[in-house]
């Protein structure tokens, strides 16, 4: 550890990244639920346009979506077409529209519009990984689970919280040592630490209400 550095201290560094978040917009499904979009098919299928996409155009994209179509049952209804066209320009939009589709339909026929809070199951449907489940069960849910994106990644890599090379063991490592209470709100608070502060690239380290704790682990270049 940098003889300058404090040890990390988790409860601490995530209270002052919450106050320094506070001006920038909330990360895209905690938004989307802000604005009355909680159940779990909604959360599910917005985290789905989401992957690859800048939040801007995905919450314009789910919004579209919902407009037209909200529930299973209604959505199941679209054509692939308009499903695409709904969800355009987010990323693979066209893959997505054939995923939600059969999401959609699942649901409706199997659960009877209602998707239930099952891990095994949103793990089950094309295209939808740990970090979309995840999000769908803390946030619709109410149930612990950790939501790693690259945000996530990055930072409690970059402080030296955990040491891994993907997502998928950044997320065993967390489920590990961070406490139960911060499992769906550090998604929430990394996002935009991670967009407007703690960047990919060229991190602003001077602005940075944590970096006494920050081992700054491969940052060579920093504001």
Same mark, same amino acid.
């Given at each position: /550890?940098?003889?300058?550095?404090?040890?990390?201290?988790?409860?601490? /560094?995530?209270?002052?990244?919450?106050?320094?978040?506070?001006?920038? &917009?909330? +990360?895209? /499904?905690?938004?989307?639920?802000?604005?009355?979009?909680?159940?779990?098919?909604?959360?599910?299928?917005?985290?789905?346009?989401?992957?690859?996409?800048?939040?801007?155009?995905?919450?314009?994209?789910?919004?579209?979506?919902?407009?037209?179509? %909200?529930?299973?049952?209604?959505?199941?209804? #679209?054509?692939?077409?308009?499903?695409?066209?709904?969800?355009?320009?987010?990323?693979?939009?066209?893959?997505?529209?054939?995923?939600?589709?059969?999401? +959609?339909?699942?649901?409706?026929?199997?659960?009877?519009?209602? #998707?239930?809070?099952? %891990?095994? #199951?949103?793990?089950?449907?094309?295209?939808?990984?740990?970090? =979309?489940?995840? !999000?769908?069960?803390?946030? +619709? =849910?109410?149930?612990?689970?950790?939501?790693?994106?690259?945000?996530?990644?990055?930072?409690?890599?970059?402080?030296?919280?955990?040491?891994?090379?993907?997502?998928?063991?950044?997320?065993?490592? #967390?489920?590990?040592?961070?406490?139960?209470?911060?499992?769906?709100?550090?998604?929430? !608070?990394?996002?935009?630490?991670?967009?407007?502060? =703690?960047?990919? %690239?060229? &991190?602003?380290?001077?602005?940075?209400?944590?970096?006494?704790? =920050?081992?700054?682990?491969?940052?060579?270049?920093?504001?």
């Amino acid at each position: /550890m940098p003889s300058d550095k404090r040890p990390l201290d988790i409860d601490e /560094m995530l209270r002052r990244i919450e106050a320094a978040v506070a001006p920038y &917009p909330r +990360a895209a /499904m905690f938004d989307l639920a802000d604005q009355g979009f909680r159940s779990a098919f909604e959360q599910l299928i917005a985290c789905i346009i989401s992957i690859r996409t800048y939040d801007e155009v995905s919450l314009a994209a789910a919004r579209r979506l919902f407009a037209r179509a %909200r529930s299973p049952t209604e959505i199941a209804a #679209l054509t692939e077409v308009e499903v695409d066209t709904l969800i355009y320009p987010s990323t693979f939009h066209e893959r997505k529209a054939g995923q939600i589709l059969g999401i +959609a339909r699942q649901v409706a026929r199997r659960y009877g519009g209602d #998707l239930p809070c099952e %891990r095994d #199951l949103l793990l089950s449907f094309p295209g939808v990984g740990h970090k =979309c489940a995840n !999000l769908t069960l803390g946030i +619709a =849910c109410q149930q612990s689970a950790i939501s790693v994106d690259v945000h996530v990644h990055r930072i409690t890599n970059r402080w030296g919280y955990v040491k891994t090379s993907s997502p998928d063991r950044t997320l065993t490592q #967390l489920e590990a040592k961070l406490p139960k209470k911060y499992w769906v709100s550090i998604n929430s !608070l990394l996002v935009p630490f991670g967009k407007h502060i =703690c960047t990919s %690239r060229l &991190p602003r380290c001077s602005a940075c209400p944590v970096l006494e704790f =920050c081992q700054q682990v491969g940052v060579d270049q920093h504001q």
